[in-house]
């Protein structure tokens, strides 16, 4: 089945600068790749995906890049605010007919003013 | 109500009672999922249902029991956990293909 690593598992960065979360997954049929932010108590929401078919996303201060040869994609979150301090998990699916993520272990990010 | 709503939110048992958290979801959407979080590891999946019928069970010991009664509802019965069972339980539900929508899910603590 698919495996799903994720690095760092806490980053600490200051208001302004940029953060970047990188995972690598193991089954080349993967195709759908969404990142989940969890805040503190609350559930977890997407904030961001892509498919294979493309090779970055952005919106607004975050972006994701897939590189399908490496088997790897990376959430970058530029000009950081302590609003954006959460637990983010990254995810990959094959999509086969339903969503069944395999998640990776999340990253913890803390945005210091 | 919205989205997807959990009940209990806080749950404390003893290893011999019965228990059930329930999910509803008022997106008109046709998949849900039982997932447990535990620190430090990945979200895992328990339990698929996909249009009532049950698609996925990942080795989820018999102490658990999900049930789905139709498309907007789905419970996990427990009885005789372990202390290790205690985690947070999310309930999740997607249209066939698409984005998972989480509830609060239901803090267990198991005694």
């Known amino acids: 089945g698919e495996n799903v690593e994720q690095h760092p598992s806490t980053l600490s960065v200051q208001e302004g600068d940029s953060a970047v979360i990188k995972c690598t997954y193991s089954d080349s049929a993967s195709n759908y790749f969404p990142w989940y932010k969890q805040e503190l108590g609350k559930r977890p929401q997407l904030i961001i995906d892509i498919r294979s078919n493309v090779g970055e996303k952005k919106d607004q201060r975050i972006a994701v890049t897939l590189n399908k040869t490496a088997k790897h994609f990376s959430l970058h979150i530029t000009e950081t605010q302590p609003e954006d301090s959460a637990v983010y998990f990254c995810?990959?699916?094959?999509?086969?007919?339903?969503?069944?993520?395999?998640f990776g272990k999340g990253t913890m990010l803390l945005v210091s003013p | 109500e919205t989205g997807v709503t959990q009940t209990p939110r806080h749950l404390v048992m003893g290893m011999t009672n019965k228990k059930s958290l329930k999910c509803e979801q008022h997106?008109?959407?046709?998949?849900m999922y039982w997932y447990k979080q535990s620190a430090k590891k990945p979200l895992e999946l328990m339990f698929v249902y996909n249009f009532k019928e049950q698609t996925e069970n990942n080795s989820v010991p018999s102490r658990f029991s999900p049930e789905c009664p139709n498309s907007s509802h789905l419970f996990l019965h427990l009885h005789t956990l372990q202390p290790e069972d205690s985690a947070l339980y999310l309930c999740?539900?997607?249209?066939?293909?698409?984005?998972?929508?989480f509830g609060e899910g239901s803090r267990l603590t198991v005694l």
């Open positions: 997106l008109g959407h046709n998949a």
């Open positions: 995810a990959a699916s094959i999509n086969s007919g339903y969503s069944t993520l395999t």
């Open positions: 999740a539900s997607s249209q066939v293909t698409g984005e998972l929508f």
